[in-house]
């Protein structure tokens, strides 16, 4: 697979050159058109943008979606392959697409659906069980039933992860339905040993002994360190069976992802993730108030980014809005 892309949420973003040899990079950007219905732009006011960025930077890719219009597709995919740029449909997975099909939902370990967070029409990061096989094919079902005719190149796969913090810290602890236990049980851990801890201890059940970035967060009891091991590898090899499906289709895989110190919590492996995109993208916000902010990883990113010779950079989350200075810098 190709190298890890590096993305700074918001307008900033690092670019780093191989370490030998000096190229220019390249830049993947993110046109947001809404939900799944009325989309927020036009092909017109797209691909003027579109051509206005491109004159700016070295465009290479860009991830669009999730609106049905597929009009819109056509128009700036025939646009963006003139160009020799790529064009990526962008997918939700795991959340967002109750409007598109029927899906078990996620439930905490006590068979609960857990709060949503509303941010806006069409995102309610109401997530569903990872898993339920017909959760995935929904997904798979959704690409080849409305986007399959569109000229997409690939799919940059969003929302593939359980709910995070945003209900309290007990919001991490799904799913816990009847398959997602036999699930643990398989990999020789009983979701009830959690529940018992939890309910016992509350928040201090969670306590942790420290933070690496080989190793990530150590937790005081054991047992917690074993439940986000094995969840990182259910929810993330549920992710996997996508991503291989998707490239049985000759399609490229990205994947949006949690900036490593959070993943874990939320069931994202980037070591079994990596083996299956083509490119990933961490989420680090610039500015946020969810826990995926960049102080907690900047010092080490700035550190390390020159010397890893990544390919390029995603500019996200909206190319559409973001002000042509801070593009500018990017040359």
């Known amino acids: 697979m190709k190298k890890i892309v590096i993305i700074l949420m918001g307008m900033l973003a690092l670019v780093a050159c191989q370490s030998k040899k000096v190229k220019e990079p390249g830049y993947i950007v993110q046109v947001s058109l809404g939900s799944w219905h009325t989309p927020d732009y036009t092909a017109e006011q797209i691909i003027g943008r579109l051509d206005t960025v491109s004159r700016l930077i070295p465009v290479k890719k860009v991830i669009i979606g999730w609106s049905l219009d597929k009009e819109i597709y056509r128009q700036v995919g025939e646009y963006l392959h ?23 939902p996620a439930v ?20 569903n069980c990872p898993s339920d096989p017909q959760n995935a094919a929904n997904v798979v079902a959704i690409y080849d039933n409305h986007f399959s005719d569109c000229g997409f190149d690939g799919v940059f796969l969003d929302r593939i992860r359980t709910q995070s913090f945003v209900s309290g810290v007990g919001g991490v602890l799904n799913c816990g339905c009847p398959l997602c236990a036999q699930k643990f049980l398989a990999e020789g851990f009983d979701l009830n040993y959690m529940k018992i801890g939890w309910e016992m201890l509350g928040d201090e059940f969670l306590s942790v002994t420290g933070y690496t970035p080989a190793q990530g967060f150590t937790f005081v009891d054991d047992g917690v360190n074993t439940y986000f091991k094995v969840k990182g590898h259910i929810v993330s090899s549920a992710v996997a069976s996508i991503a291989d499906s998707f490239h049985s289709r000759g399609l490229e895989v990205g994947m949006d992802l949690y900036a490593p110190f959070m993943a874990p919590f939320v069931g994202q492996d980037y070591e079994i993730l990596a083996r299956h995109a083509d490119f990933i993208k961490p989420m680090l916000y610039r500015q946020t108030f969810a826990p995926a902010g960049m102080g907690f990883e900047y010092d080490l990113l700035r550190k390390a980014v020159i010397s890893h010779g990544f390919d390029g950079a995603v500019l996200s989350w909206n190319i559409m809005e973001a002000p042509n200075a801070h593009i500018d810098c990017l040359r």
């Open 82 to 104: 003139g160009k020799d740029i790529k064009m990526l449909l962008w997918l939700p997975v795991f959340a967002e697409t109750e409007e598109m099909c029927e899906n078990s």
């Open 108 to 127: 905490d370990l006590w068979g609960n659906i857990p709060a949503n967070y509303d941010l806006a029409a069409g995102e309610g990061f109401r997530f």
